[in-house]
């Protein structure tokens, strides 16, 4: 009995060893099909099943602290296959620079909906217009470049400010006023961007702005192609890193601000104003702080996109851009930064799959919002309750008490 | 007597042509439970909502530590130690019964919006104080919170939220606690000890005044020092409890009440 | 002077067409408290579901015949599907999401008005591209001392205030205008006096939805065109003159659209290339309001409730 037992435990032991590689080997081997095979019958099936891996994942619990728990256990495991992947990705796919295109393309489009999620997702105010944040940014900073000649540092630095800038004056006449005067008034501000860029001669018109010069790195063109060991890299290996320390940072300043006093009134302020006024908060600043940083990141990343392009048009700022980033917000998990930063990841990767199919990509995007808000309004990952690493707090019992659901 | 910490002086707020509150004056002591008692929709709560700064009263004046309040965004009268719960209960509902308390905490930050962001080591230190007070706070009325500190606010029952929310009120030490209708859909029981818990908060909170809106006339009996009687927006009797309750123009007012339910 | 007159017809025509919208949008601010973002795109699902039917009246060969007639009779049966589908909308999307926090509704009608318009794009043969819209309205024009009034513009205004009348009877004298005032006054208190909230809420809905579907076919006819993307714009203008009327206020909502259609035409006429910006200009109006005047041109100040 004891030894039949003892070693029932000990293969259990070792199949629990073997989840995390388990799992690592179908996300990868997901995310490889989804993002490098360009047939999208192939990234239908592999979507397909990764859907269901994830509502396997949340409907059985059993699964559900299965996987958690060995996730937690092996992080630093995890933590090392994913840096590696994420370096490791582009050295895979040198011949085939239009797919790191797609995923620099998903770097910008973390940065917008990590700044997006400051405004829909942590303080809870409506942004219909977002796409104008990240025009403001991507003009500022071409017409900089190529009108005064301006280097990219300072032009991506003021193209942020300026976009921060312009985020704080849409929130100013709402301040006063509830979450549909918002949603007008961003809606709004979008048009109101879109007509303007179209019909002013200085940012060009319909045309847009050409020959964005590309980023300079100590005194390097980012378009010179890199030479390593005789190999050839294309143009866009060097974006990809680039972008990369950005969407770093993004995601370095988001998690500090969510963990600060200010990311905790930003809540305040979503859950229920009069109360977060009432607890001596004051609501204005908060609510223009979240238009600001969040319209901070819109213009970094439209600085980031410009100068990648090198060519931008009015086009590239209307409201379907403005409801694609606020889909990723809400597929991913309001409020979440982990959940905003997959949801990006996945419809901007998605629909370069689906080129075929491109006329149906924003009958998609509509539906995706519509069915998440429906049914899984909280996301991917929904939104987590704030730990505190305070002696004061004993961390294991008292997580005992969190809502499953 | 103690000293007076808040008063209206002759307040009066009109919403177009009505009349909410009309021409009424009371004065609240250090350490003294006021009770603002009548019928369903005499002006009670509407005097909640000026002096914490939600309404700008249409005249009069309200008095704080010598300084006149109105018209000061609510903001800043609950930095300057004017703190209230709701009628029906104001909870941040997704995120944690400590979130909650700390964010009550607001008005305590000696910190800049900048300093919360870039003074790291600081702003750690005075978050574990501040955890440590919650966890007090909580403990002081409801052992369960205080075990419990990341459950979700909007996951508990209706008696543990109103507790949540006095904890709320007093995690920044106020001067003055507005508390409103908190024994509203109770029974019995549960009024009771809530009672309890507004005696407590004497014990807690030394030389704070409280003002009670009720309608529950056995909590304000057990409770309160001293009684306003309202209806109508006008005041129509004050004193003790025994002294208004015997007073025909309070009876006439709640009995003319309950057939009404505006 | 005959200029003037001239744009005042054509002010009150755009007038007409955003206060038919803007009444919705406020009518449902004031009884659930909701801004419902795909109320431009119900205007233009009614020009779409217009055509077949036009089509297929003209294959039967009854437009030729007795035209006026028939043409009343396409516009009761539409404006019966436009409020069918608002029906369907409060029914499928509105109601399992009344209890979800706002932002989460407000960002669903949001998604429906992309997913209706998306929808007509890619269904419609050839709708990506403008649609010529049949002339339902009467041609030719009135010549009064030098000013040319069309029949089409007086037809339009005629019908919208015959709509605005209608309407402000029911809201006034019926029973079911009583429900839905006291609905939008509060809802718990008109339960309690046992009006059906359901009820009022999805009439409102009907109401609602099909005068947005009217104010789409009276644009589509007379532009002579429509397109699956004309309903932002639209719904966007109606929202603005809602607002600037104050939302919840039905008398506000059309003062709103007048105001807000004088604006547009007589900045892009006076105004030295104002047509490019006419829009810049009238949601300058709507943020002048919101600041100076958030409770709208007729509105008192808001009390929030506490």
């Given at each position: 009995?004891?030894?039949?037992?003892?070693?029932?435990?000990?293969?259990?032991?070792?199949?629990?060893?073997?989840?995390?590689?388990?799992?690592?080997?179908?996300?990868?081997?997901?995310?490889?099909?989804?993002?490098?095979?360009?047939?999208?019958?192939?990234?239908?099936?592999?979507?397909?099943?990764?859907?269901?891996?994830?509502?396997?994942?949340?409907?059985?619990?059993?699964?559900?602290?299965?996987?958690?728990?060995?996730?937690?256990?092996?992080?630093?495991?995890?933590?090392?296959?994913?840096?590696?992947?994420?370096?490791?990705?582009?050295?895979?796919?040198?011949?085939?620079?239009?797919?790191?295109?797609?995923?620099?393309?998903?770097?910008?489009?973390?940065?917008?909906?990590?700044?997006?999620?400051?405004?829909?997702?942590?303080?809870?105010?409506?942004?219909?217009?977002?796409?104008?944040?990240?025009?403001?940014?991507?003009?500022?900073?071409?017409?900089?470049?190529?009108?005064?000649?301006?280097?990219?540092?300072?032009?991506?630095?003021?193209?942020?400010?300026?976009?921060?800038?312009?985020?704080?004056?849409?929130?100013?006449?709402?301040?006063?006023?509830?979450?549909?005067?918002?949603?007008?008034?961003?809606?709004?501000?979008?048009?109101?961007?879109?007509?303007?860029?179209?019909?002013?001669?200085?940012?060009?018109?319909?045309?847009?702005?050409?020959?964005?010069?590309?980023?300079?790195?100590?005194?390097?063109?980012?378009?010179?192609?890199?030479?390593?060991?005789?190999?050839?890299?294309?143009?866009?290996?060097?974006?990809?890193?680039?972008?990369?320390?950005?969407?770093?940072?993004?995601?370095?300043?988001?998690?500090?601000?969510?963990?600060?006093?200010?990311?905790?009134?930003?809540?305040?302020?979503?859950?229920?104003?009069?109360?977060?006024?009432?607890?001596?908060?004051?609501?204005s600043t908060m609510k223009l702080l979240a238009f600001s940083i969040g319209?901070?990141?819109?213009?970094?990343?439209?600085?980031?996109?410009?100068?990648?392009?090198?060519?931008?048009?009015?086009?590239n700022f209307n409201m379907n851009t403005s409801l694609q980033i606020l889909?990723?917000?809400?597929?991913?998990?309001?409020?979440?930064?982990?959940?905003?930063?997959?949801?990006?990841?996945?419809?901007?990767?998605?629909?370069?799959?689906?080129?075929?199919?491109?006329?149906?990509?924003?009958?998609?995007?509509?539906?995706?919002?519509?069915?998440?808000?429906?049914?899984?309004?909280?996301?991917?990952?929904?939104?987590?309750?704030?730990?505190?690493?305070?002696?004061?707090?004993?961390?294991?019992?008292?997580?005992?008490?969190?809502?499953?659901? | 007597?103690?000293?007076?910490?808040?008063?209206?002086?002759?307040?009066?707020?009109?919403?177009?042509?009505?009349?909410?509150?009309?021409?009424?004056?009371?004065?609240?002591?250090?350490?003294?439970?006021?009770?603002?008692?009548?019928?369903?929709?005499?002006?009670?709560?509407?005097?909640?909502?000026?002096?914490?700064?939600?309404?700008?009263?249409?005249?009069?004046?309200?008095?704080?530590?010598?300084?006149?309040?109105?018209?000061?965004?609510?903001?800043?009268?609950?930095?300057?130690?004017?703190?209230?719960?709701?009628?029906?209960?104001?909870?941040?509902?997704?995120?944690?019964?400590?979130?909650?308390?700390?964010?009550?905490?607001?008005?305590?930050?000696?910190?800049?919006?900048?300093?919360?962001?870039?003074?790291?080591?600081?702003m750690a230190k005075e978050l574990d104080e501040n955890i440590q007070k919650?966890?007090?706070?909580?403990?002081?009325?409801?052992?369960?919170?205080?075990?419990?500190?990341?459950?979700?606010?909007?996951?508990?029952?209706?008696?543990?939220?109103?507790?949540?929310?006095?904890?709320?009120?007093?995690?920044?030490?106020?001067?003055?606690?507005?508390?409103?209708?908190?024994?509203?859909?109770?029974?019995?029981?549960?009024?009771?000890?809530?009672?309890?818990?507004?005696?407590?908060?004497?014990?807690?909170?030394?030389?704070?005044?409280?003002?009670?809106?009720?309608?529950?006339?056995?909590?304000?009996?057990?409770?309160?020092?001293?009684?306003?009687?309202?209806?109508?927006?006008?005041?129509?009797?004050?004193?003790?409890?025994?002294?208004?309750?015997?007073?025909?123009?309070?009876?006439?007012?709640?009995?003319?009440?309950?057939?009404?339910?505006? | 002077?005959?200029?003037?007159?001239?744009?005042?017809?054509?002010?009150?025509?755009?007038?007409?067409?955003?206060?038919?919208?803007?009444?919705?949008?406020?009518?449902?601010?004031?009884?659930?408290?909701?801004?419902?973002?795909?109320?431009?795109?119900?205007?233009?699902?009614?020009?779409?579901?217009?055509?077949?039917?036009?089509?297929?009246?003209?294959?039967?060969?009854?437009?030729?015949?007795?035209?006026?007639?028939?043409?009343?009779?396409?516009?009761?049966?539409?404006?019966?599907?436009?409020?069918?589908?608002?029906?369907?909308?409060?029914?499928?999307?509105?109601?399992?999401?009344?209890?979800?926090?706002?932002?989460?509704?407000?960002?669903?009608?949001?998604?429906?008005?992309?997913?209706?318009?998306?929808?007509?794009?890619?269904?419609?043969?050839?709708?990506?591209?403008?649609?010529?819209?049949?002339?339902?309205?009467?041609?030719?024009?009135?010549?009064?001392?030098?000013?040319?009034?069309?029949?089409?513009?007086?037809?339009?205004?005629?019908?919208?205030?015959?709509?605005?009348?209608?309407?402000?009877?029911?809201?006034?004298?019926?029973?079911?205008?009583?429900?839905?005032?006291?609905?939008?006054?509060?809802?718990?208190?008109?339960?309690?006096?046992?009006?059906?909230?359901?009820?009022?809420?999805?009439?409102?809905?009907?109401?609602?939805?099909?005068?947005?579907?009217?104010?789409?076919?009276?644009?589509?006819?007379?532009?002579?065109?429509?397109?699956?993307?004309?309903?932002?714009?639209?719904?966007?203008?109606?929202?603005?003159?809602?607002?600037?009327?104050?939302?919840?206020?039905?008398?506000?909502?059309?003062?709103?659209?007048?105001?807000?259609?004088?604006?547009?035409?007589?900045?892009?006429?006076?105004?030295?290339?104002?047509?490019?910006?006419?829009?810049?200009?009238?949601?300058?109006?709507?943020?002048?309001?919101?600041?100076?005047?958030?409770?709208?041109?007729?509105?008192?100040?808001?009390?929030?409730?506490?």
């Open positions: 009995m004891e030894t039949i037992n003892v070693k029932k435990r000990k293969t259990q032991f070792a199949l629990r060893k073997l989840i995390t590689p388990f799992l690592l080997i179908i996300v990868v081997a997901l995310l490889y099909s989804i993002v490098v095979f360009d047939n999208w019958l192939i990234t239908l099936i592999s979507l397909a099943i990764g859907t269901g891996l994830f509502v396997a994942y949340a409907k059985l619990p059993a699964l559900k602290t299965l996987i958690t728990e060995s996730m937690r256990k092996d992080r630093i495991l995890l933590l090392i296959v994913g840096v590696l992947a994420i370096i490791a990705v582009p050295l895979t796919l040198r011949t085939q620079p239009y797919i790191i295109h797609i995923l620099i393309i998903a770097q910008i489009s973390i940065i917008l909906a990590l700044g997006l999620n400051f405004q829909v997702g942590s303080t809870g105010i409506p942004n219909l217009g977002y796409a104008a944040f990240y025009g403001v940014g991507a003009y500022t900073s071409a017409l900089l470049s190529t009108k005064l000649g301006v280097s990219f540092w300072i032009s991506i630095l003021l193209a942020g400010c300026i976009s921060a800038l312009f985020g704080w004056l849409v929130g100013l006449p709402t301040l006063k006023t509830r979450s549909y005067h918002m949603a007008l008034v961003s809606i709004a501000f979008g048009l109101v961007t879109y007509i303007l860029l179209n019909n002013i001669a200085f940012t060009g018109g319909p045309n847009g702005i050409k020959n964005v010069p590309p980023p300079e790195l100590f005194g390097k063109s980012l378009f010179s192609s890199l030479r390593i060991f005789g190999h050839t890299f294309p143009v866009q290996f060097n974006f990809y890193y680039f972008v990369l320390v950005f969407v770093l940072l993004a995601f370095v300043v988001s998690r500090f601000i969510f963990n600060s006093k200010v990311g905790l009134y930003f809540n305040a302020v979503r859950e229920d104003e009069i109360a977060a006024k009432c607890s001596g908060i004051n609501t319209a901070f990141f819109a213009g970094i990343a439209g600085s980031l996109y410009a100068h990648y392009i090198g060519y931008i048009s009015p086009e889909g990723m917000v809400i597929m991913g998990g309001m409020d979440n930064i982990a959940g905003v930063g997959i949801g990006a990841f996945i419809l901007s990767v998605a629909p370069e799959k689906f080129r075929s199919l491109a006329d149906f990509r924003m009958l998609a995007t509509g539906l995706i919002i519509l069915l998440m808000l429906m049914f899984r309004p909280s996301g991917i990952i929904k939104q987590q309750i704030r730990k505190y690493s305070s002696k004061y707090l004993m961390s294991e019992n008292s997580t005992q008490g969190e809502h499953h659901g | 007597m103690a000293e007076i910490c808040l008063s209206a002086n002759n307040l009066t707020m009109k919403f177009g042509g009505l009349v909410a509150i009309d021409n009424v004056s009371w004065a609240l002591h250090q350490n003294e439970i006021l009770g603002i008692i009548g019928p369903n929709g005499a002006g009670k709560t509407t005097i909640f909502n000026v002096v914490s700064g939600l309404y700008t009263p249409t005249s009069g004046e309200i008095v704080f530590k010598s300084n006149i309040i109105n018209g000061l965004p609510p903001y800043k009268i609950a930095k300057m130690g004017i703190k209230r719960t709701f009628q029906q209960s104001r909870l941040f509902d997704n995120i944690s019964v400590l979130d909650n308390v700390l964010v009550g905490m607001a008005t305590l930050s000696k910190g800049t919006l900048v300093n919360s962001l870039f003074r790291r080591k600081r919650s966890l007090g706070i909580l403990n002081h009325f409801s052992p369960f919170l205080a075990e419990n500190p990341y459950r979700k606010a909007g996951d508990l029952v209706p008696g543990e939220r109103r507790k949540l929310e006095i904890c709320r009120a007093l995690a920044s030490d106020p001067d003055v606690l507005l508390l409103d209708e908190p024994a509203a859909g109770m029974d019995p029981n549960e009024s009771a000890e809530l009672m309890e818990d507004i005696l407590k908060i004497r014990d807690i909170r030394k030389g704070i005044g409280i003002i009670l809106i009720e309608h529950d006339m056995a909590v304000v009996q057990k409770t309160a020092d001293y009684i306003v009687v309202i209806s109508y927006g006008k005041e129509i009797a004050r004193g003790s409890f025994a002294e208004v309750s015997s007073n025909p123009l309070v009876q006439e007012a709640y009995l003319g009440s309950e057939n009404e339910n505006a | 002077m005959n200029t003037f007159l001239q744009l005042l017809i054509s002010a009150l025509l755009v007038s007409s067409l955003y206060s038919l919208v803007a009444v919705g949008f406020t009518m449902y601010v004031g009884v659930i408290n909701l801004a419902n973002f795909s109320h431009g795109d119900t205007c233009v699902l009614g020009t779409f579901l217009m055509m077949p039917l036009f089509l297929y009246a003209t294959k039967l060969g009854w437009i030729s015949a007795s035209t006026g007639l028939v043409i009343l009779i396409l516009i009761i049966l539409l404006i019966f599907l436009t409020g069918l589908w608002g029906a369907a909308i409060y029914t499928i999307l509105v109601k399992p999401l009344l209890a979800a926090p706002r932002l989460i509704l407000l960002l669903a009608t949001v998604a429906a008005g992309q997913v209706i318009r998306e929808a007509i794009r890619v269904i419609y043969p050839n709708g990506s591209n403008p649609q010529v819209f049949p002339k339902l309205l009467p041609s030719g024009s009135l010549n009064l001392s030098g000013i040319t009034l069309g029949y089409d513009s007086l037809t339009i205004i005629f019908l919208t205030i015959i709509c605005i009348l209608s309407l402000n009877f029911i809201i006034q004298k019926t029973k079911m205008g009583v429900a839905m005032r006291a609905v939008s006054q509060n809802a718990d208190v008109a339960q309690m006096m046992g009006i059906n909230i359901e009820q009022t809420i999805i009439s409102v809905f009907v109401i609602g939805s099909a005068l947005a579907g009217m104010a789409g076919i009276l644009n589509g006819s007379y532009y002579g065109i429509t397109k699956f993307n004309l309903g932002s714009n639209l719904g966007i203008k109606g929202f603005s003159a809602a607002v600037i009327g104050g939302l919840g206020d039905f008398k506000g909502a059309i003062v709103g659209g007048v105001l807000l259609g004088f604006i547009e035409v007589f900045a892009a006429a006076y105004i030295p290339n104002g047509s490019q910006y006419q829009d810049v200009f009238s949601f300058l109006a709507v943020i002048a309001f919101l600041i100076f005047r958030p409770s709208g041109i007729l509105g008192e100040k808001i009390f929030e409730k506490v």
